[in-house]
């Protein structure tokens, strides 16, 4: 935005980066015709820099995401400094019974020193998919339900990639990808050996994908209209579809069929909803957690109830057909990305901070 010689804006502000991306903590570089700013992910961001009459052309200073935060140019332009922040999210499971109440404790299945995430069962029981940083990017993984075993699928070396989900034949994963500047969604085949297979292409951001429960679609969220919706595409790309109006970011396909959506305009922020047959919403649960903090048990939900006072310990709730809610667990720490059930609706996972840590880092030099 420019300003006059009172310091008064002149026009109304142009966007120079694109909706539907972290961006932050813009600065100047000497002359005033370059700036420098962070964008990508809560994961993962990328210090870059831009030519304000060119903002297309804007240049990664790194090749691979990190935990970067609040990037400071110094006076000369020459050199960055940031934080670096490391979270340790790992994946819990906890049994519970056909009263659907605790056996025991939770147990760790899936951990590293890095952020483990967005956990999801095959629709057959087998296997437990999740993204995780452990690599030093966001990648998809795959592992046995009880976490042994834990493999790459398929990816790209230099891409933050995330939000798994099965087919549900359970042989393929859908994800997102941001190999360019935006992401899109990409069918990766659990064998070994296998390039993944972009499915959507249009130049907003594409992300959060799940199948229709047939198999022949992909549905997934996107900015593309200016507000975020849910769409579909077939399950080997072509002609896209919008399904909602009213403004949603992420879904879920029930056992019966209906699609559920959360974090759409208009409403309270992760309340969730069920999608009907006319467009229309109706309201489920209050809201929850994280996004995808909620899943479908055979009868009834699972969710993580927001706390409604902060610093308040987060609890995995179950709630019946009619409505009622039920306590399953208190969460001790901090609550993760990601919640599912397994088939066999006795065990439920979900993504949980065991620690975090941050360093002062600085980049020397800039080209």
């Not at 972009?198 to 229709?212: V, Y």
């Given at each position: 935005?420019?300003?006059?010689?009172?310091?008064?804006p002149?026009?109304?502000p142009?966007?120079l980066?694109?909706?539907?991306?972290f961006?932050?903590?813009?600065?100047?570089?000497?002359?005033?015709?370059?700036?420098?700013?962070?964008q990508?992910?809560?994961?993962?961001?990328?210090?870059?820099?831009?030519?304000?009459?060119?903002?297309?052309?804007?240049?990664?200073?790194?090749?691979?995401s990190?935990?970067?935060?609040?990037?400071?140019?110094?006076?000369?332009?020459?050199?960055?400094?940031?934080?670096?922040?490391?979270?340790?999210?790992?994946?819990?499971?906890?049994e519970?019974?056909?009263?659907?109440?605790?056996?025991?404790?939770?147990?760790?299945?899936?951990?590293s020193?890095?952020?483990?995430?967005?956990?999801?069962?095959?629709?057959d029981?087998?296997?437990?998919?999740?993204?995780t940083?452990?690599?030093g990017?966001?990648?998809?993984?795959?592992?046995?339900?009880?976490?042994?075993?834990?493999?790459?699928?398929?990816?790209f070396?230099?891409?933050?990639?995330?939000?798994?989900?099965?087919?549900?034949?359970s042989?393929?994963?859908?994800?997102?990808?941001?190999?360019?500047?935006?992401?899109?969604?990409?069918?990766?085949?659990?064998?070994e050996?296998?390039?993944?297979?972009?499915?959507?292409?249009?130049?907003?951001?594409?992300?959060?994908?799940?199948?229709?429960?047939?198999?022949a679609?992909?549905?997934?969220?996107s900015?593309?209209?200016?507000?975020?919706?849910?769409?579909?595409?077939?399950?080997?790309?072509?002609?896209?579809?919008?399904?909602?109006?009213?403004?949603?970011?992420?879904?879920?396909v029930?056992?019966?069929?209906?699609?559920?959506?959360?974090?759409t305009?208009?409403?309270q922020?992760?309340?969730?909803?069920?999608?009907?047959?006319?467009?229309?919403e109706?309201?489920?649960?209050?809201?929850?957690?994280?996004?995808?903090?909620?899943?479908?048990?055979?009868?009834?939900l699972?969710?993580?109830?927001?706390p409604?006072r902060?610093n308040?310990?987060a609890?995995?709730?179950?709630?019946?057909?009619?409505?009622r809610?039920?306590?399953?667990?208190?969460?001790?720490?901090?609550?993760?990305?990601?919640?599912?059930?397994?088939?066999?609706?006795?065990?439920?996972?979900?993504?949980?901070?065991?620690?975090?840590?941050?360093?002062?880092?600085?980049?020397?030099?800039?080209?």
């Open positions: 935005m420019r300003l006059d010689a009172e310091q008064m002149e026009a109304e142009v966007a980066t694109q909706a539907g991306l961006t932050s903590s813009p600065s100047f570089f000497p002359g005033g015709k370059e700036i420098l700013y962070a990508g992910s809560l994961e993962g961001r990328r210090p870059f820099r831009m030519n304000i009459a060119n903002p297309d052309g804007a240049i990664a200073l790194l090749a691979l990190m935990p970067l935060w609040m990037p400071t140019l110094s006076m000369d332009g020459k050199r960055i400094a940031y934080a670096h922040r490391s979270f340790d999210t790992n994946l819990w499971t906890l519970i019974n056909e009263q659907h109440q605790p056996v025991g404790q939770p147990q760790l299945v899936v951990a020193s890095r952020g483990d995430a967005n956990p999801a069962y095959s629709p029981g087998r296997w437990l998919a999740f993204d940083t452990r690599s990017v966001s990648e998809i993984w795959i592992a046995e339900a009880n976490g042994r075993n834990p493999r790459r699928i398929g990816g070396p230099e891409a933050m990639c995330g939000s798994p989900a099965w087919s549900p034949n042989q393929w994963l859908a994800f997102d990808a941001r190999v360019e500047q935006s992401s899109d969604i990409y069918v990766a085949s659990i064998q050996g296998i390039q993944p297979r972009r499915i959507t292409t249009h130049a907003a951001d594409d992300l959060l994908p799940g199948w229709s429960g047939d198999g679609w992909i549905q997934f969220a900015n593309r209209t200016g507000t975020w919706q849910i769409w579909r595409i077939p399950d080997t790309g072509g002609d896209e579809q919008q399904l909602t109006t009213t403004g949603a970011l992420f879904h879920r029930a056992p019966n069929g209906d699609v559920y959506t959360t974090q305009e208009g409403r922020e992760d309340a969730v909803m069920r999608l009907t047959s006319d467009g229309q109706t309201p489920v649960l209050p809201p929850v957690y994280w996004y995808n903090s909620f899943d479908f048990l055979r009868s009834g699972v969710y993580i109830a927001k409604s902060p308040a310990a609890t995995v709730v179950y709630r019946d057909e009619a409505g809610d039920h306590p399953v667990h208190k969460l001790r720490n901090g609550v993760g990305f990601g919640l599912s059930v397994c088939p066999d609706g006795r065990h439920i996972t979900w993504s949980q901070q065991d620690g975090n840590s941050s360093d002062l880092m600085l980049i020397d030099d800039l080209p």
